[in-house]
């Protein structure tokens, strides 16, 4: 068993920064990392204002302008160009693409449990895409979750009405339309919310009526850990300008706790 975990395509659980603070829980997470919004010339935000037009479409979010996907090592030439190439992959030779995810899985998998520790995948680290529609032809048609059915998978989603496995927990993230967000929370769905809140501030304990836990202490979004029909706290990542910058939009991702 190798040392460090190496994959085609997915990235190590001790390299990306919010799969570190899974470390604490005996998680190990791997993340795939597509290029974000349109910025591949495909586009795996569908939801979000596209980032090559500046895009401002009032029924779609502004989240991609200030995506995290750009912060850290997101600003790195290489690291933007393999999330492009691995993006023009998934679109153009998805097959390949599929096989060499399956195997990344599988490799993970036996990594973690070699070292104790409970592998689970974020499939969508910066895009949005609907893996439970995504048939695998090399395995007779499966979904990724159905030749997984014991590993656990998470992603945020600003999608609605997805019908995904018992295998794969989603949390749709709010990006303005309370009318949607409500119906969201009304199914009992954990729903994240960018606070205007910065660094170690805490959120208040209950918003909306419902309970908030605070998001940033881990990246692990599944039921046993949030627990259910919870406000997921999320801190913005963004300067104090544009966070009222954004709040001062008809429809803003940024929500006001007071």
């Not at 995290?68 to 160009?81: E, L, S």
């Not at 990344?104 to 910066?126: C, H, M, Q």
């Not at 695998?136 to 600003?158: A, H, M, N, Q, R």
Request: aromatic share 12%; net charge positive; hydrophobic share 35%.
């Amino acid at each position: 068993m190798n040392k460090h975990y190496k994959g085609t395509l997915l990235s190590p659980p001790n390299t990306n920064l919010k799969a570190q603070k899974n470390l604490g829980l005996k998680v190990h997470t791997y993340f795939l990392s597509l290029a974000p919004s349109d910025i591949s010339g495909f586009n795996v935000c569908p939801i979000a204002n596209k980032i090559s037009i500046k895009e401002d479409h009032k029924q779609k979010s502004n989240c991609s302008a200030v995506c995290v996907a750009f912060n850290g090592n997101g600003n790195y030439p290489n690291v933007i160009k393999s999330r492009i190439n691995k993006t023009k992959r998934f679109f153009e030779d998805r097959n390949n693409f599929l096989n060499d995810l399956i195997l990344d899985i599988f490799k993970a998998v036996e990594y973690s449990k070699f070292y104790g520790f409970e592998p689970t995948f974020r499939l969508n680290s910066y895009s949005d895409i609907k893996w439970e529609n995504i048939k695998i032809e090399s395995f007779g048609g499966s979904t990724i979750f159905e030749l997984f059915p014991d590993v656990t998978f998470y992603d945020y989603t600003k999608h609605t009405n997805r019908k995904t496995p018992s295998n794969y927990h989603l949390t749709y993230s709010h990006w303005g339309k309370w009318n949607t967000t409500k119906k969201q929370m009304k199914k009992g769905l954990n729903v994240a919310m960018v606070f205007n809140t910065k660094k170690a501030d805490k959120f208040n304990k209950m918003f909306m009526g419902l309970n908030v836990v605070d998001g940033d202490k881990t990246d692990l979004r599944t039921a046993q850990n949030d627990g259910i029909n919870t406000i997921v706290g999320l801190r913005a990542k963004m300067s104090k300008a544009n966070i009222q910058n954004e709040l001062q939009k008809e429809i803003s991702f940024v929500v006001n706790q007071a």
